[in-house]
């Protein structure tokens, strides 16, 4: 018979002692901030900080972010003194009985409590991890791979001129990033109000694509943006139109919300059809998922839920053979915790981005290594989501107004 001293001693139960010792200490939230940066676009992060000096950073929708800071800080009161570590339960109840600008819990809320409560959760992952010392990918159930793919936006100034598609070419190939994954629509010719494209309209757009595919090659992957804008005859042609490029994807033909017009599109496009970012929890994706209204899930972490809740978005589509990738408008923040999200996440093609570009948005963590390389963002092994703010490029980009984190971490 085993001693117990030596059944304690195996490896295998040593990883669960340490885990058991960090959670015997009771956490409890101290305090939630936030802070806003512009730069283009508007940024709004989120620290949630625990009563030992502990805390998780996470980002919050920015634009359009109306009202979302307001949202994350009428929120507090009810945050404060809570365990940190009961990441379901406090996403479940977020904005129950409490004095919050919109929506009663996330069960049935308006948008912004989604988008408030979304930063909030992925700051709480963080802290897990922090507080556990082990990667937030590690208590999310571990990674099916060390790095996860990035797709960008670049695009041909005249996708109609063979020229400038060449010229694009050469650009994205030269690209430090390495990216291999573009993503973008083509120009309306007309006012912007009618949602039916003309056959002299659809038979344009194929030529642009198809002088893209020419310029750029086969060994690169083009996802077809639409924006929402098209009707559903239209949206059959336009998949047909782009056939011939082999796009990995046609993102957002359709209004948003499911109705049978996605059921419908997808049956009859050869080419995937993609669509996800402004929809939330498991109830806004379960009609595209049970009735194969997509081929592609295309979640925002701030608008669906945050971590968990996406996962399981995640685990819902994996029954009916649909994959997932991510919308992704964020910062840097953003982006690093979207893709260790996705490396948990066994089906998965590709996390969008707007950085990698050089500027100072490239700049705000610091990091070990390459941001992004080859097109691909590599993992870590740092407890938590191993997001350490670059203090002079917030403080160089706060929005107008705003003041650096007030509390001490």
């Not at 307001?70 to 409490?98: A, H, N």
């Not at 308006?110 to 963080?126: C, F, K, P, T, Y």
């Not at 839920?305 to 399981?312: A, N, P, Q, V």
Request: with cysteine.
């Amino acid at each position: 018979m085993i001693s117990r001293r030596a059944f304690l001693a195996t490896p295998f139960l040593a990883t669960f002692h340490r885990l058991a010792a960090a959670e015997r200490k009771k956490l409890k939230i101290r305090n939630v901030e936030t802070l806003i940066m512009r730069g283009g676009r508007t940024y709004t992060l989120v620290r949630v900080l625990a009563d030992d000096g502990l805390f998780g950073i996470g980002e919050a929708y920015g634009s359009p972010g109306v009202g979302v800071k307001e949202q994350v800080l009428s929120l507090k009161p009810w945050l404060i003194g809570k365990d940190p570590l009961e990441i379901d339960v406090l996403y479940t109840l977020m904005g129950d009985r409490t004095e919050s600008l919109s929506g009663t819990r996330t069960d049935g809320s308006a948008h912004n409590l989604l988008r408030a409560v979304s930063g909030i959760e992925m700051a709480l992952w963080d802290l897990a991890g922090k507080a556990l010392n082990v990667p937030t990918t590690t208590l999310l159930g571990g990674r099916f791979r060390d790095k996860v793919r990035v797709y960008d936006h670049a695009a041909p100034r005249n996708m109609l001129d063979k020229a400038s598609c060449r010229e694009w070419a050469q650009k994205i190939k030269a690209d430090p990033s390495g990216f291999t994954a573009h993503k973008f629509g083509f120009p309306h010719s007309d006012d912007g109000k009618s949602k039916m494209l003309s056959p002299a309209e659809l038979s344009r757009i194929r030529q642009g694509f198809e002088n893209c595919r020419e310029a750029a090659g086969m060994d690169r992957d083009i996802m077809v943006h639409c924006h929402w804008e098209y009707n559903l005859p239209s949206a059959i042609g336009l998949a047909r139109a782009v056939e011939s490029i082999g796009p990995m994807w046609l993102e957002d033909p359709l209004p948003v919300d499911y109705t049978d017009s996605w059921k419908r599109l997808a049956a009859s496009s050869n080419v995937p059809i993609c669509t996800g970012e402004n929809l939330a929890r498991r109830e806004g994706f379960k009609d595209f998922i049970v009735n194969q209204g997509c081929d592609i899930l295309h979640p925002d972490l701030r608008n669906s839920g945050g971590f968990l809740e996406t996962k399981r978005i995640a685990d819902m589509a994996a029954m009916y053979g649909l994959p997932m990738s991510n919308h992704n408008t964020g910062s840097q923040i953003c982006t690093y915790a979207s893709v260790q999200w996705a490396s948990t996440i066994r089906d998965y093609i590709a996390c969008e981005t707007i950085t990698g570009q050089g500027g100072w948005m490239d700049q705000l963590l610091v990091l070990e290594g390459p941001y992004i390389q080859n097109g691909y963002i590599r993992m870590h092994d740092h407890p938590g989501l191993n997001i350490k703010l670059n203090e002079d490029v917030a403080r160089a980009h706060l929005a107008p107004g705003e003041t650096y984190w007030s509390s001490v971490g």
